[in-house]
């Protein structure tokens, strides 16, 4: 079935946390204006450090501190690419922690779109306050439908190039 706006972003958001690389968690984050995808992100580490998944992870208090979360990955490549967050929609895996919650406020960011809880954070009472306004949605479908041979014009390409 077609997806609607809200679900197309949110499985972006479950895309780009396959590339995450934290074991204890992975989560993906879209930002969108006007159905535009303005920027992405998932949980890594920073330019030049090693990754969880190499050396472990950097664990404080029960949270791993070596990675950068989704949404401030996201923010952080808009801020490089000089691109406004002013209105957009966050789509998120996760809901965000209270760190991520304040950056997302502060960036502008006037609604959050989430399919999944996380525990101990002021998200929502920070979201609330602000005037953001979250939804939680039930998480898209996991598989992809993509079927080339329903197409007889496209041809599925032969890596052994016979
Ligand atoms: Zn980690
Ligand atoms: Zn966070």
Redesign the pocket.
Known sequence: MRPSWDEYFLKLAMLASERATCPRMH?GCVLVKDRYVLSTGY?GSLPGSPHCEDEGCLVVDNHCVRTN????NAICQAARHGVSLDGATAYVTNM??????K?LIAAGIRRVVIFSDFHD?FAGRFFSESGVVLERMPMPCREISYDLSAYPSAKGFDPAGS
Do not use: G, L, Q, Y
């Open positions: 989560c949980n979360h989704a949404e401030m965000p922690c209270t760190t991520c919650a950056a954070t």
